[in-house]
């Protein structure tokens, strides 16, 4: 199997994006990756598009992006996992430069979630899942999913409502000094606590806005790296991948998230990487709970000690493993289909040591980082490991 | 890269089918494709679903169809390229293979269309290209792009509504043949002539059906087919692939789709074959037009040579290159996210020699076939060719 390497980034603004459409916000994160590649949308023959596209009257919007962006004649795919989308649309370009088939690809992660109300958005995400059981005679959407994980994980292990806040103040914080972020502004506990409850034990703080952005990122083959002569690599170390039930009912438990567990056991052995040498790691925090369960299903500590790696600040930049050092959902924003690839343009950043201010650059130890991408509740997960 | 093969394939019957729901409808497929293939789902690591999905509540349906087939656990990954959905997930799993990831896929193409009525089931089909601009302002539907490519082409090359109606005709002959087809009734070329006009010169049999349906095929690693002991694997030889514009005003020409002539140089040479060498075809006759089109796109013969193939039963079991000899999407359906995948069913059965009634087994010479999935209008094309 080739060896694939990211070559090139690109990141729009996130936040509501009414000025431009879905192409034009495409196009902004496009436009830097291939600069950085130092390609033109004729060096590429493989595009993979991440979107949801529910959200208004073009829900296939691949062909108008490539349009858009100059990239017609390539070959061409939308792929949708849920919110673990943009990953899969990494991974899908990344096999097929890995099997010979492409030397280069360009994956484009976008989302245009605000062109809906809330509530038809809230509303629409639950769809990935067993929607007409769950949704339709329980009324279950997914704050209303997470919630169900939060009160077992809270009933288990001990964890308090102000450990779930510590996630979004964390958040916020890094968010604070990301300008790319949708939400630039620090919050205190009192915030969080005091915010309207949306399903509890989680309030509005502990709950990802609804976000547009893209996201784009240029794939190479080794022999292509060596041709283009990047400076800086970011090797795809390894991928893991593994879906849940549809159906909340059939899960064994609710304190972790059995696809997460298994996704990054995958990607681990591949990389031949343990999570202890993990030095930052972006993980799928659409609620504070997530992040938190997160930290236990990749490893990061045992189970039920997640609350703890929060409440001694292992997980800001200076603790044991830099987690979401970007604002993460919660405060830089979930447009879904960007978001797995968002992950691999800070992640390729923070391997290549240039994020700005450097209070937000995470120290490098083995220049080794993880992506943790979560769809619908564990419907899908993607553990993503790049390595400079 | 690692050679692929096709080791088990699966198909539903075609046709309304408010008997089951789209889980159920799968599961149709899948059962027969893993039986084939002598595995359970517990030996699939990766599964891409092809689906569009816009139908009804459960738009993203991959999770809930592998939660009722077992496959829960699995990678998974649901991928849309309008109506080459079906190829297109082929394509994303067999790179899958192909590149050393995985040993075995298993693809499920699958559709449930006729959950909407007609009208609103064809302005969703339009969705796929330039919609607002071209659907909005000139109510552009799927029928009104081909009916320009057919005029265009009548114009140019002096073909007439019955050479179209040929198309039809050869199609539901074979079709009345194929116990799975929706539309199992042989049709003369007075009933298209006089059936009503869609958008002219396009008449109602001169246009597939809106059909339910599913399909599914098992990939494996050429070290898992001897592990398998597999009788006859099919061999993909070459996939190649293509866009044209979202905006027709865009395109050159309306005589034949770049995309399609594009795809298939790239999947002859990947598969170093030629026209000539193709025992059975194949195509995505979405309209009688399009099979003409396709013919030439192809290189089954030269540009404007189309209708007069048609016209001499070269494409007919017998014929020069048997095309669509299932029935074509005409007369067997076009459950758009299963079409492509049935493409592989129908070919790798006759490359199997192992079709009934013998009046519809192509003549093999070279075991070579081909498969021509195009999804919108030329907006992708994939073309796949196997070999036994």
């Given amino acids: 199997m080739r060896k694939v390497a990211i070559v090139g980034v690109g990141h729009s603004k996130f936040g509501e994006r009414q000025d431009v459409n879905v192409r034009e916000l495409a196009f902004e994160s496009v436009k830097t990756a291939l600069e950085e590649a130092g390609l033109t949308p004729r060096d590429i023959p493989y595009v993979s598009v991440g979107s949801i596209g529910v959200w208004y009257e073009e829900p296939l919007p691949a062909v108008a992006i490539a349009e858009y962006c100059g990239l017609t004649g390539s070959s061409l795919i ?3 996992a849920a919110c673990a989308t943009g990953s899969a649309a990494v991974y899908s370009a990344y096999t097929a430069v890995a099997s010979g088939y492409f030397d280069t690809a360009l994956v484009i992660g976008v989302e245009k979630m605000r062109e809906v109300d809330t509530f038809t958005a809230v509303e629409l ?14 009324g279950l ?17 001990g964890a308090s409502e102000e450990d779930l806040a510590l996630v979004a103040v964390k958040n916020h914080r890094y968010g604070a000094m990301n300008p790319l972020a949708h939400i630039q502004r620090e919050i205190t506990v009192e915030d969080v606590l005091s915010s309207y409850v949306v399903a509890w034990p989680l309030k509005l703080y502990d709950c990802c806005p609804i976000t547009d952005g893209s996201a784009a990122v240029v794939l190479a083959s080794e022999e292509k790296v060596k041709e283009l002569k990047v400076d800086t690599p970011v090797w795809i170390a390894g991928i893991g991948s593994s879906s849940g039930t549809g159906t909340l009912s059939y899960r064994s438990d609710f304190i972790g998230l059995d696809a997460a567990v298994k996704a990054s056991r995958i990607a681990y052995k591949i990389a031949g990487v343990e999570p202890r040498d993990i030095d930052v790691a972006e993980v799928h925090d659409c609620f504070t709970i997530a992040e938190l369960m997160a930290y236990e299903d990749l490893g990061f500590c045992g189970r039920g000690e997640g609350f703890k790696m929060i409440r001694e600040g292992q997980t ?27 992950m691999m343009v800070e992640l390729t950043k923070q391997l290549r040591e240039e994020v700005k201010p450097s209070s937000r650059q995470a120290p490098m130890k083995n220049y080794v980082a993880l992506a943790h991408n979560v769809g619908g509740t564990g419907h899908y997960c993607y553990v993503t490991i790049l390595r400079r």
């Fill in 141 to 157: 959407t997914f704050p209303g999913y997470y919630a169900l994980y939060a009160t077992a994980y809270m009933n288990r292990f």
């Fill in 78 to 80: 939308r792929v949708e």
């Fill in 125 to 138: 995400m639950g769809r990935a899942g067993s929607y007409l059981w769950e949704f339709e005679n329980f």
């Fill in 316 to 342: 800001e930049v200076g603790g044991k493993i830099p987690v979401n050092i970007d604002g993460g959902l919660k405060a830089k924003g979930h447009p879904i289909g960007a978001t797995g690839v968002s």
